[in-house]
C-alpha cells in the first residue's frame, strides 16, 4: 500500500518550473531517499506531501487521500523535521518536545512518555533543561529531529537532517532513523550526503530540474547507467595476446591499459569477478596486484544529473 | 481548551525567557521614564500659574475661576487683553465668543487649549438641552500635578501601552507558514490557528496591560506622578490600548510578507513618530500637529490614549473617554478578525 505519491504534479515559481510532471511513491514500511542537486526540487515536493504548498497541476495523496491542510488526521499521522531548526529557542529542550507532543496528544501520562522517548532517541538525556539556543550544532539538530517524531508518527519526512552535523551525531541520527524504520515508521529522506542514502536508504529516487530521473534500489540504479565493475591489475607479461585472450572471457566487456595497469570492465557488476580469476588461472595468466573497483551512487547521481556546478 | 492553556503557557514562558524582549518591552520603558521624569520634572516645580485674560460674558467664566491654581485670570478684555497679549504679560485670551487666543506654541499654550477644548466639550452638551450645573467642578484638578511633565510621560505612557504590537507581530510570525521555518512546521502539525492566535492574544494583552500598570505605580511611587487619580477608568484605557496594540500588530504581520526584521522597526519608528506628534518631545510638536493636521492626532492611537490618561488623571475630566476606548476595543476587534481572515489561507504559492 502506497503512504503517499505524487503524480504529474507540477509546481511553478513565475517562470521556474520547480516540479516538471513528478511522479513519485512510497510504499509502507520503505525507507525512501529522495536525492537532487541544490534546487532540484526536493523542499518543494516535500512542501507539496506536507500540504504546505500549492501546486498547479497533479494529484498529491497521503495515506491514499488528497492533501488537503484541513486535513487534521493526516496531520495526526505525519511527522516532519525539517532542514531549517525549527522550535523555540527560549525554551528548554523538555518543553520543546512537550509542547510539540502535546500537539498530538492531550493525555498527560501518554504525552510524558512519548517526550521521555523521544529523549530517549535522540540520546539528550543530560540536557533536557537545557534552554534550546544554547545548544551545540549537533544538539540542536537531535532536538529538531525530536520534536518531529515524538508523536510516533506513521510516516515521517526527513528534509536533510544532517546538514552541518558532525560524524557521530549523524551516525547517531541515522540509526534512531532505521530503528523508527523496525519500529513501523515508513521515512522519506532528503539528502545531499550520497552515503547517508546508500546506506540508509530501500530505495533512491534520484531528482532534478523537478523531474524523478531515476528511482529504484542502489543495484538497480547502478545497473540502469553503469552496469560494469572495474578490475585492475598489474600483469607480468602485459603482452596483445594476453589481452586478447582476456577480452574473450565471458563477462568481459572492455580490456584497456592505463597507467602501466590493465583495466578490465565486467559486467554484471559483483558477480563476475571470481568467474575472471578462475579464467586467468586457468589461461596462466599471472598478476602481481589487483584491486575491483564497483560503482556507486555517486557515479550514478553525476551521471544522472550532470557535473555542472548548481546554485 | 487544554491545547489553548498548553499555548498560553507557552506564550507566557517565551515571554519571561526572553531577555531581549524583556529588556525592550520592560527595561527600556523604565530607563525612558526615568530619563524623562529627570528632564521634566525640575522644569515642573519652576512652573507658575498661568496667567490669562477671560473676556467678560465669557459663558465659561465661573468655571474657569474655579482653576485659580492653574490660572492667573485677569478680567479684561478687548484691546486691553490685546495688549497684554503683545507685552506678554498674558499667555492667552479666552473671548467672549469662546475663540482661545494665544501668542504661541508652548506649555502655557497647550494647557490653555486643553481647557478650551473641555469648555467647547461642555458647551456642546449644553447645546443639547442639557443644563448645567455650576455648582459642580466641570475641570476637577484635586491636588494633581499638571504640565509638561504629564504631558511627556502621557504620550509615553500612551507608546508603551501599545507595545503589544511585538507580541502580535510574534504571534504570526510563528503560526503563518510563509512566514517562517518554525511557522511552517507548526503547519504541519493539527495545531488550531484560532487557539494558538487566542492563546497569544490573551498572553500578549495580559503582559503589556501588566507591564504598563508596572510603569504607572514605577511613576507613582518614585517620582511621585499620579496616573491612578481614577483607577478604574485608567487601567480599562490601559486594556484597551493593548489589545489594540496587539491587532494592530496581528494585522501588519499577517496582512504581508515583509521580513520581521523590516516589522519590528517600522512599528518602532511609527510609534515613535506617533509619540511625538502626541507631544512625547514636549508640547509644542503636539501643538503644531493639532493646529496643523488636527485630523492626525484625532486619531492617532497614542494620542488617544495619552490624552484620555491626561484628562483622567490631570484634568479629572472623563470627555471622550468612552469613545476612546470604544475606539480602541472595536478597532482592535476588527483587525483581529481581519489578521484571522488573512491567515485562513493554509496553502501558499511560496514559502
Not at chain 1, 496528544?105 to 539528550?124: C, H, P, S, T, Y
Not at chain 1, 600483469?235 to 591499459?257: F, H, Q
Not at chain 2, 497679549?85 to 486643553?114: C, F, P, Q, W
Not at chain 2, 459642580?136 to 511633565?149: S, T
Amino acid at each position: 500500500m502506497n503512504v503517499c505519491a505524487m503524480r504529474q504534479v507540477v509546481k511553478r515559481y513565475k517562470e521556474v518550473v520547480a516540479l516538471n510532471h513528478f511522479n513519485f511513491e512510497i510504499k509502507e514500511g520503505e525507507i525512501v531517499g529522495l536525492l537532487g542537486p541544490n534546487g532540484s526540487g526536493k523542499s518543494t515536493a516535500i512542501n507539496c506531501l506536507l500540504g504546505l504548498l500549492a501546486f498547479d497541476e497533479g494529484e498529491v495523496e497521503v495515506f491514499g487521500r488528497r492533501v488537503s491542510p484541513d486535513d487534521m488526521d493526516m496531520k495526526r499521522r505525519i511527522g516532519f523535521v525539517p532542514q531549517d531548526l525549527s522550535f523555540f529557542a527560549e525554551l528548554s529542550v523538555i518543553d520543546n518536545i512537550s509542547y510539540f507532543a502535546g500537539l498530538y496528544e492531550q493525555n498527560n501520562a501518554k504525552r510524558d512518555a512519548m517526550v521521555r522517548d523521544a529523549i530517549a532517541f535522540v540520546g539528550l538525556e543530560k540536557y533536557v533543561k537545557f534552554a534550546a539556543k544554547k545548544l551545540s550544532g549537533g544538539l540542536k539538530r537531535r532536538l529538531n529531529i525530536a520534536c518531529g517524531i515524538a508523536h510516533r508518527p506513521e510516516f515521517v519526512m526527513f528534509d536533510e537532517p544532517t546538514v552541518a552535523v558532525d560524524a557521530q551525531s549523524r551516525n547517531f541520527i541515522l540509526e534512531g532513523i532505521k530503528e523508527m524504520n523496525r519500529n513501523g515508521s515508513t521515512v522519506l529522506y532528503t539528502t545531499h550526503y550520497l552515503e547517508e542514502a546508500q546506506e540508509l536508504c530501500d530505495r533512491i529516487v534520484i531528482m532534478d530540474e523537478g523531474r524523478n530521473l531515476a528511482s529504484g534500489t542502489l543495484e538497480e540504479l547502478i545497473d540502469l547507467v553503469d552496469p560494469t565493475e572495474a578490475v585492475h591489475l598489474v600483469l607480468t607479461d602485459p603482452t596483445e595476446a594476453v589481452l586478447r585472450m582476456i577480452a574473450k572471457i565471458p563477462g568481459v566487456v572492455n580490456v584497456s591499459e592505463e597507467n602501466g595497469k590493465t583495466v578490465i570492465l565486467l559486467t554484471p557488476p559483483g558477480h563476475r569477478l571470481s568467474m575472471l580469476l578462475e579464467e586467468l588461472k586457468k589461461n596462466e595468466i599471472y598478476y602481481s596486484s589487483l584491486y575491483s573497483e564497483l560503482p556507486t551512487l555517486n557515479d550514478v547521481f553525476l551521471k544522472l544529473t550532470g557535473k555542472a556546478l548548481r546554485d | 481548551m487544554k491545547r489553548f492553556f498548553s499555548h498560553l503557557a507557552l506564550n507566557i514562558k517565551m515571554t519571561l525567557k526572553d531577555k531581549g524582549s524583556l529588556f525592550w518591552s520592560f527595561i527600556y520603558p523604565i530607563l525612558l521614564l526615568t530619563l524623562m521624569a529627570v528632564a521634566f520634572s525640575g522644569l515642573q516645580t519652576e512652573r507658575k500659574r498661568i496667567a490669562v485674560a477671560v473676556e467678560p460674558g465669557h459663558p465659561f467664566a465661573s468655571v474657569l475661576h474655579q482653576l485659580d491654581d492653574i490660572l492667573d485670570i485677569k478680567d479684561i478684555g478687548g484691546d486691553e487683553a490685546l495688549e497684554s497679549l503683545r507685552e506678554k504679560d498674558i499667555d492667552g485670551i479666552y473671548r467672549a465668543d469662546s475663540v482661545l487666543l494665544v501668542r504661541g506654541k508652548g506649555m502655557n499654550e497647550t494647557i490653555l487649549h486643553e481647557i478650551g477644548s473641555e469648555l467647547k466639550k461642555v458647551s456642546s452638551v449644553y447645546a443639547t438641552g442639557h443644563f448645567l450645573d455650576f455648582t459642580e467642578q466641570y475641570v476637577e484638578r484635586g491636588d494633581q500635578e499638571q504640565g509638561m511633565l504629564y504631558v511627556t510621560l502621557s504620550s509615553t505612557l500612551g507608546m508603551f501601552a501599545l507595545y503589544g504590537y511585538f507580541a502580535g507581530i510574534n504571534i504570526v510570525h510563528h503560526i503563518q507558514a510563509n512566514l517562517s521555518p518554525l511557522a511552517a512546521r507548526l503547519s504541519t502539525t493539527p495545531i488550531s490557528r484560532v487557539s494558538y492566535v487566542s492563546a497569544g492574544i490573551v498572553s500578549g494583552v495580559t503582559t503589556n496591560s501588566l507591564n504598563t500598570i508596572a510603569f504607572v505605580l514605577y511613576l507613582k511611587w518614585v517620582w511621585k506622578v499620579d496616573y491612578l487619580a481614577d483607577p478604574g477608568r485608567t487601567l480599562l484605557l490601559i486594556l484597551a490600548a493593548s489589545v489594540f496594540g496587539i491587532s494592530i500588530g496581528l494585522f501588519i504581520s499577517a496582512s504581508n510578507r515583509w521580513p520581521i526584521k523590516a516589522k519590528v522597526p517600522l512599528g518602532i519608528a511609527v510609534m515613535l513618530l506617533l509619540s511625538a506628534a502626541s507631544g512625547m518631545m514636549g508640547p509644542p510638536m503636539r501643538l503644531f500637529i493639532e493646529n496643523n493636521l488636527p485630523w492626525l492626532n484625532r486619531y492617532n492611537p497614542i494620542n488617544m490614549v495619552s490624552r484620555t490618561l491626561y484628562r483622567l488623571n490631570v484634568l479629572g475630566s472623563t470627555t471622550e473617554f468612552t469613545e476612546n476606548v470604544l475606539i480602541l476595543f472595536v478597532a482592535g476587534l476588527v483587525l483581529c478578525v481581519a489578521s484571522l481572515l488573512f491567515m485562513r489561507k493554509r496553502q501558499f504559492k511560496s514559502l
